[in-house]
């Protein structure tokens, strides 16, 4: 992955939002994905994909529009022990409008990781604010992150809507010209 431009460049080295939950999660693709890891789980199956799989399930449940692929690496360190540095997450769906958002989280663990515990997410080649960390988020708040990067270019989601007031309030000191000025 190349040097991205970015909204910052200091890396938070502290958790976001782990929670029990967040590692019970088991995550199904449809089958219209294309993808190079099985569309669901399995006993015995790697978490790894599970952790994958969550990537383009919460974006696409955050973003709406269509999914279109997920691709998952394993990074190694490239010496003749093949140690293992990371993962890398590739996710590409077509927004509402048919535009097509890329969004790439890579992360690398240490010891063998060349940046030491490291996780960096691009979106569209731009690195977001918030994404620059020591430690990957959770795969909501990763979804969110791209959500708020996004968020200029796709306009506000249907769930962003306001709900609409339960009855109407007028404070006691004013009064309501529908009722003839009375309180």
């Keep these: 992955m190349t040097a991205l431009p970015a909204f910052d460049d200091e890396p938070l080295n502290r958790h976001r939002w782990?929670?029990?939950?967040?590692?019970?999660?088991?995550?199904?693709?449809?089958?219209?994905v294309d993808t190079n890891i099985p569309p669901a789980g399995s006993l015995g199956g790697f978490g790894a994909h599970d952790w994958a799989r969550g990537h383009l399930v919460e974006l696409h449940q955050r973003l709406g529009g269509?999914?279109?692929?997920?691709?998952?690496?394993?990074?190694?360190?490239?010496?003749?022990?093949?140690?293992p540095v990371g993962q890398e997450v590739t996710v590409t769906l077509r927004d509402e409008r048919g535009d097509v958002v890329t969004v790439v989280s890579r992360?690398?663990?240490w010891p063998f990781g060349p940046r030491g515990d490291h996780w960096e997410l691009a979106v569209d080649g731009v690195r977001p604010?918030?994404?620059l960390h020591t430690y990957p988020p959770t795969l909501p708040y990763l979804a969110f992150l791209v959500y708020l990067?996004?968020?200029?270019r796709l306009g506000p989601a249907p769930h962003d809507a306001l709900p609409a007031p339960l009855a109407r309030f007028l404070p006691p000191t004013r009064t309501d010209p529908a009722l003839g000025g009375r309180p």
């Design 18 to 32: 782990i929670t029990t939950y967040d590692h019970q999660r088991s995550y199904i693709l449809p089958t219209t």
């Design 66 to 83: 269509t999914p279109v692929s997920l691709h998952y690496q394993e990074l190694d360190s490239g010496n003749p022990v093949r140690n």
């Design 107 to 109: 992360t690398e663990n």
């Design 129 to 131: 604010r918030g994404g």
């Design 149 to 152: 990067h996004l968020g200029r």
